[in-house]
């Protein structure tokens, strides 16, 4: 008799994926953030608070 041939093992095929139409989501209104009592000098590195953020937070620490 042949020698029977090595089955490997086949992956179950993959659902296809139902494309999800994009949701467009609200955008928050941005709050102004409170004034600090006690300036703190990563506060004086960036001007625009909010936007800069990141950019404060890196520079800051």
Do not use: F, M, N, Y
Not at 12 to 24: E, F, G, K, N, R
Request: contains cysteine; glycine residues 6%.
């Amino acid at each position: 008799p042949l020698p029977t041939p090595a089955i490997e093992p086949t992956l179950p095929p993959l659902p296809t994926a139902t494309p999800v139409p994009p949701t467009p989501t609200p955008q928050p209104t941005a709050t102004p953030r409170p004034p600090s009592p006690t300036p703190t000098p990563e506060d004086g590195l960036c001007l625009p608070p909010i936007l800069d953020i990141e950019l404060c937070l890196g520079a800051g620490g």
